[in-house]
């Protein structure tokens, strides 16, 4: 077996729609079926192997990989519809596995959360869609109940948005959901605590860095794969070190500016819900 030390870190990518459309403000979240297939025709020659979130957790506790294996995580939040019609196709081809992070109070429907984007008529995944994705060996993990920013309200709210969709995944779909994505990847040790005590063995993060063997477990580090990752980018992004400048100016920048934009959010929050509730009007 190979010491699991031996591999320095993994991988955790992001993705969220595989899809040609999208409005102006989403782009950036919609990556094209084409541009997905030629990503994930280079893992595979490159003998990357996709395991899931939970698995990997299960293997780092055990301190070991396969001979000659390269691990990467495959993760797509919030549970569209083209994960099923375009991602679930190409994963198969190549016998991948990846973890779908799902927002229940949106299954069967649309994602009317994007109003800032303008893409509330993004159809979302169905039940029975999730049924089949569950018997592909896909992992589908829980990404709150209705999608809020977890770390503008309150710990009883959180805990419920956090238990309920993990139950209502687990009812529909007949088996223990583990794993967990932060909303927006925004978390803080309170919301790491509370995921812990829901029954979750994992929660992802953003972080805009590859995952260290020693992260903990409920603040995983992932990287954003956008619309604009080219090929080249894409082989960047997934290099020791991510040697492209180009990549690297970019992770600083987004390092740098999010705990900047957390502080302005949270500060803003209380603001945001007084009007939101009508208290105040114009």
């Keep these: 077996m190979k010491v699991l030390a031996s591999v320095n870190k993994v991988p955790i990518l992001i993705y969220h729609s595989i899809s040609s459309a999208a409005t102006p403000k989403f782009r950036q979240f919609a990556i094209s079926p084409g541009a997905f297939g030629e990503q994930m025709s280079y893992l595979h020659q490159q003998g990357f192997t996709p395991v899931t979130v939970t698995q990997f957790i299960r293997v780092r506790s055990q301190g070991a990989f396969a001979p000659g294996e390269r691990p990467i995580i495959l993760t797509f939040d919030d549970g569209y519809a083209d994960f099923y019609t375009d991602a679930l196709p190409i994963l198969r081809q190549y016998n991948f596995t990846a973890t779908l992070f799902v927002t229940t109070a949106f299954v069967e429907g649309a994602s009317r959360w994007l109003r800032r984007e303008r893409e509330t008529s993004r159809r979302m995944v169905s039940w029975r869609q999730l ?5 592909y060996g896909i992992e589908c993990g829980a990404h709150t109940h209705t999608h809020p920013q977890l770390d503008t309200i309150s710990a ?9 969709s993990k139950e209502l995944l687990e009812d529909h779909l007949g088996q223990e959901v583990f794993s967990f994505a932060y909303p927006y990847g925004y978390q803080t040790a309170r919301l790491r605590q509370l995921a812990r005590e829901t029954g ?6 953003v972080r805009h860095a590859k995952s260290s063997l020693y992260d903990d477990a409920f603040c995983l580090a992932r990287l954003m794969v956008h619309a604009d990752t080219d090929l080249n980018t894409f082989t960047a992004l997934l290099s020791d070190g991510n040697t492209s400048p180009l990549v690297a100016a970019h992770t600083i920048y987004l ?11 949270r500060s803003t929050a209380p603001v945001t819900r007084y009007f939101r509730r009508g208290n105040l009007t114009s």
Excluded: G
């Design 131 to 135: 049924s089949e994705i569950v018997k």
């Design 156 to 164: 009883p709210a959180a805990r419920n948005e956090m238990a309920h």
């Design 200 to 205: 979750y063995t994992s929660a992802c993060a």
């Design 255 to 265: 390092r740098a500016r999010t705990p900047a934009w957390q502080f302005i959010r």
